[in-house]
Structures are given as structure tokens and as C-alpha cells.
């Protein structure tokens, strides 16, 4: 610790007088883009010969930055990752408001009071801006003073908690996925254009409320339009020492499957393939622009996605379990070489690709194998532009910093929790436990095996007996694999080394029990009794 202290140290004071020499500010702006569902084997400097996907502009940054291999999600879901990146604290902890209804009418996934990115980088004098996929839950205003819904929604009037409530001082958002109704754009929380339509498109065919003209193939090109209107409107500002920080929230390659006209046939896979090669224009559009702007030498850029890709995405426009298995017969992994898709507690659902290019501060052509987690993200950039949080705010997010400017050095994070759909996943150095016997998936959608249900049927049969709590708590029950050994997740190691697979839940224990990840006085969670074991199937611990 004391070690890594100095570094940052050394790091901070030298990075401020290389940064200071491109002009007035000594910060830098950020662009913070996350794709939705992308793989880390969808994206050619992580997939090698095992993608069969041009992403030119990805792989650029790659070469002229730091890629990161051992970056992870908290889940293998899409709003508890949003969360996480939000507020710096494991969605687990994390009390939502409880209101709202279905899909993209889903209610706020925190309170109005909770400290957010958006909230630390304004108070640090950053412009703030958020462009893309919301998915953190809004309130509405209704027609009958009921929970939002289908039907009731009164679009005239603006949110009365979305991004400007949460620290965004400019936001452009889809309040859920590009499958979810409502389909509707919110600028600065009020809603975009009339909507008086019902739509939906082919993935799952949700029909529900949409604005009269949208269409789900131009979201990509209007979020990437509003980004470069973004950098260009506060590019002057910037430039004389008014920093501003972007996110940027694609909603590719997520269902539906819709690259735009002049997008299709590009790539020699299929739609999905012209998708993903849409989505990573978007960033060389972000790149593009940055440079147009004289604001490229000056702007810490990171690109990452939410979590692994959704097996049942594919080159039809159709959700269709294992879709994504018959791009694996021709050769592309969106896995890359883990094991697992999204909603698993495998790698393929949890691992993410992770780009960072900061000129003058991170050597180009580097790669980092240390652990980090999205959830790093506010911390990290607390200690960039000097922000001095809390001791209780963002408790469980780790600066990176120091990597940026060695990555061989000790990881800053020892250890890290996340998630399936199901079940709960400890990872400490090499080791990874999996609490649960299978892939903590349902399997409603393919691809993840063994599906949940399957798998503790088998474990309870090989137990012999009715378990105890306790019981849950080791093999047969757990897995436990070495990363390092065992990159794709092939040989559950949990009987045989039980003494890591103790020393593991206790550390899962004490996480929980802290109501931090960080060094601190104890917190407490929104939620008194958190339970890891909460969706242990019934039928385990019947006589």
C-alpha cells in the first residue's frame, strides 16, 4: 500500500506537467465510452485470430494506449454494472426507489441523494455530459398518479429524476435498451418529439409507446451526432481550462440487431459482424471529433463494454437461443477464449475488453494484466483531477491510476465481487469462486451451461443429503477455478483445495459486512440482511 502511495504520488505530479504543457488546463477532459453486449472476442487486438470482426478504431486506441486483460464487470447483467460505474459501490448495496414498471419504464435504481460520478466530476469543475443507453431507472411524471407504465405516462412533462438529478449537466438518453419501450429519446429529462406511435422491433418484439418517427436502425447515428455535438459545443471551454467529462453509452451490439443501411453487408460475418463494426465507428467518430477539436493530446479516452455478449444475439435480427453459437461455427468467439455468455458467472459473461489512451501520460502499445473493475472508474478519476471524496463515498471502487503509468506494478485491487443473474462470484488473484454449482444462468436463452436449475439437482444428488446453509458454502455446491492455470473455466478445483475456497467466503463475508472495499470505518448497506444464498433453488435444502 505504502508502495503504490508513492507512485501515485510520483505519478500525479508528473502527470500534471505533461498535461500542463498541451495548455491552460492541468486536467484532462474524459470520454468515457461503454458499448452494450460486446465481448471481449468481438474486438480484433483482444480476439486475435479467434474474431473474425474489423475494429479498426478500437484496435488504434489500443495501439496508442493501454489494454487492459484482466478487466471486469460486477455482472454479467446490464443495470447492476450501470450502477456499480455510477455511484462507486456494488449494485447489491445499493437501495433502489422501488417505483416504476417494465422494461425501459423502469424505476430509479437509487435515490436522488445518492453521490454519483456525474455529481463528483462537477464538483471537481468539470462540464458533465451523457449521451446513450440511461438503463438507471427514471421517474415520471403520470396520467394518474400511478406507478409508470405503458399506458399512463404523461410525455409532455420532463422527469422528475433521470441524468440532471444524478450530476449530468447536458444528457441525450434512451431511458432503457434499444429493445425496451419506451422508444423516445429524453434530452436534459424531457422527452424528444411526440409520442403518439406504438412500436417494436424483432429481437423480442416488445410492442409499446415510441416517438411517431423513431427507428431503432439511426439510434447509433443520433447518439454518435449528439456525442460530437457534445465535444464540439464545450471544445472552447476546455481548451482554455474548463475541462468536461463524456459518457458515452452505446447500445450496440445489444438486440436488435440493426446496423443502418450503409452499415450492411461491411463485414464478412453477417449483420452481427456489421453491428459491431458500426458501434466501433462510433468511437472512431468520438476519436474524430477530439482531434477536430484540438482536444485529442489533452483527453483521457477509455472504451470498454458492460459486460459479455448475449448468446442469443446473431446475425439474424431475431432473438433466438444460441444464436451466437453459429458465428462460432464460423470461426468468431464473442467470448474470445473464455467460457460462458452473458448472465453467467463465467468469464465470457464477466470479463470486458478495456482500451485507455491518455497521450503523454499512458505509453503507447502497453497491456496491463491486473485486475480492475468498471466500478474503478470514479475513484480513479477522483484522483486524476484531485477531487477529494468521503469516507463514504464510493466504497467499493479502486483507483487504477498507478497502472497507467506502470502496469507491472502490485494491482491495486486485491479482490473483487460480482455476479450472474442468479448467484455470486469472489475473486481474489488467481482464484475465483463461483457460489453456486453451474453457470448461475437460467438457460431460458441458451449458451450458459449447466443451466442453474440443472446443475444443483446434480450437486444435491452427489451430497447425498439435505444441506445446511454451511453446507452451501463448499463443493459440491461452489466452484473454484485458478485463472492463471485455467483461463477457460475447464476444471472445477473446489474439493480438492478446500482450504481457499474457506478463506474466500470469509473474505465474501467480510465485504459484505463492511459495507466497503476500501480502506475505512464500516458502512453501512441499504439492504440489512444481504444474502448471497437468496436464489439457492427451494428444492436444495428440502429433506
Known amino acids: 500500500m505504502k508502495r503504490t502511495l508513492i507512485l501515485l504520488a510520483f505519478f500525479f505530479a508528473t502527470t500534471l506537467d505533461a498535461v500542463a504543457a498541451e495548455g491552460p488546463s492541468t486536467r484532462p477532459n474524459v470520454v468515457y465510452i461503454m458499448a452494450d453486449d460486446l465481448g471481449i472476442g468481438d474486438v480484433g487486438c483482444f480476439g486475435g485470430d479467434r474474431c473474425k470482426i474489423d475494429t479498426p478504431h478500437i484496435d488504434a486506441l489500443a495501439s496508442q494506449g493501454m489494454r487492459f486483460t484482466d478487466a471486469h464487470a460486477v455482472a454479467s447483467v446490464c443495470v447492476p454494472v450501470r450502477v456499480s460505474i455510477m455511484t462507486g459501490r456494488y449494485p447489491w448495496r445499493v437501495r433502489g426507489e422501488g417505483r416504476g414498471g417494465p422494461w425501459g419504464f423502469l424505476g430509479p435504481r437509487f435515490p436522488a441523494s445518492q453521490f454519483t460520478l456525474g455529481k463528483m466530476m462537477q ?24 406507478n ?7 410525455y409532455t412533462k420532463p422527469l422528475a429524476m433521470g441524468p440532471p438529478q444524478c450530476g449530468w449537466d447536458d444528457s441525450f438518453i ?39 418517427d423513431f427507428e431503432d436502425y439511426k439510434v447509433l447515428d443520433t447518439f454518435s451526432g449528439q456525442a460530437e455535438r457534445f465535444i464540439a459545443e464545450n471544445a472552447a471551454a476546455a481548451r482554455q481550462g474548463k475541462p468536461f467529462i463524456l459518457y458515452f453509452a452505446l447500445t450496440a451490439p445489444h438486440t436488435p440487431t440493426c446496423p443502418r443501411p450503409d452499415f450492411q453487408g461491411k463485414s464478412d460475418l453477417g449483420l452481427y459482424g456489421d453491428f459491431v463494426m458500426e458501434a466501433d465507428d462510433c468511437v472512431g467518430r468520438v476519436v474524430k471529433a477530439l482531434a477536430q477539436h484540438g482536444l485529442d493530446r489533452n483527453t483521457l479516452l477509455i472504451v470498454t463494454s458492460d459486460h459479455g455478449p448475449a448468446a442469443y444475439a446473431g446475425n439474424t435480427r431475431e432473438a433466438i437461443p444460441g444464436n451466437l453459437q453459429q458465428l462460432e461455427k464460423k470461426g468468431h468467439y464473442s467470448a474470445g477464449i473464455y467460457r460462458g455468455y452473458k448472465f453467467s458467472v463465467y468469464e465470457g459473461g464477466l470479463r470486458v475488453p478495456f482500451v485507455v489512451r491518455w497521450p503523454g501520460v499512458v ?25 477529494a471524496l468521503s469516507a463514504e463515498q464510493a466504497p467499493d471502487s479502486i483507483s487504477f491510476l498507478p497502472l497507467l503509468s506502470d502496469p507491472t506494478i502490485e494491482a491495486p485491487r486485491e479482490s473483487m465481487v460480482m455476479q450472474s443473474t442468479h448467484h455470486w462470484v469472489i475473486r481474489r488473484g488467481p482464484w ?44 459440491p455446491f461452489v466452484q473454484l477455478f485458478n485463472l492463471d492455470d485455467d483461463p477457460r473455466e475447464k476444471s472445477n478445483v473446489a474439493s480438492g483445495h478446500p482450504e481457499i475456497v474457506e478463506e474466500l467466503v470469509k473474505l465474501l463475508d467480510q465485504r459484505i459486512e463492511s459495507g466497503r472495499s476500501t480502506p475505512g470505518k464500516k458502512l453501512d448497506n441499504d439492504f440489512p440482511n444481504v444474502n448471497y444464498h437468496a436464489r439457492v433453488p427451494p428444492f436444495v435444502l428440502r429433506p
Open 148 to 154: 409508470q407504465g405503458l399506458e399512463n405516462v404523461d
Open 432 to 475: 475465483k469462486l463461483a457460489l453456486c454449482p453451474g453457470s448461475g444462468a437460467s438457460g431460458n436463452w441458451g449458451g450458459n451451461t449447466p443451466v442453474s436449475n440443472d446443475a444443483w439437482k446434480a450437486a444435491r444428488a452427489e451430497f447425498g443429503r439435505r444441506p445446511t446453509p454451511d453446507d452451501l458454502r463448499a463443493a
Open 363 to 387: 505509453k503507447p502499445g502497453t497491456q496491463c494484466d491486473r485486475l480492475v473493475g468498471l466500478n474503478d472508474l470514479m475513484r480513479t478519476l477522483a484522483d486524476i483531477t484531485g477531487h
Open 174 to 212: 434512451l431511458p432503457g435498451s434499444l429493445d425496451m419501450y419506451p422508444y423516445v429519446f429524453v434530452r436534459d429529462g424531457r422527452f424528444v418529439g411526440s409520442v403518439t406511435a406504438r412500436k417494436g422491433w424483432s429481437a423480442f418484439n416488445r410492442v409499446g409507446p415510441a416517438e411517431k
Open 123 to 146: 464538483a471537481a469543475g468539470y462540464r458533465t455530459g451523457y449521451v446513450g443507453k440511461w438503463h438507471l431507472g427514471t421517474l415520471m411524471h403520470t396520467l394518474d398518479g400511478k
